[in-house]
């Protein structure tokens, strides 16, 4: 049995069609994984919003630095540090 020549250019074509609308689903898909915030972030964004709402300088700090310890690699541990910075050049 001989396979035809144009049965065999629509499988390559179907193939490489498939593989490459796979890929981007899938870069599409981890994309939004990322932007949806998990439990950790939540609770970093909590304890900074509780830092700021702090009128004592000194338990203000200490909330940011916990920011900062606990949660060291997100956007609020950032944040957490500028806030201690304008502190810093406030007085």
Do not use: C
């Amino acid at each position: 049995m001989q396979l035809s020549f144009p049965l065999l250019v629509g499988l390559g074509l179907g193939v490489a069609i498939g593989f490459v609308v796979g890929f981007l689903v899938g870069i599409i898909s981890r994309t939004e994984e990322k932007k949806t915030p998990t439990k950790r972030q939540g609770k970093a964004e909590k304890l900074f919003h509780q830092a700021l709402a702090e009128d004592n300088a000194h338990k203000k700090h200490n909330l940011l630095k916990k920011v900062v310890d606990r949660y060291p690699r997100s956007d609020w541990a950032d944040k957490a540090l500028e806030e201690v910075m304008k502190i810093r050049k406030q007085g």
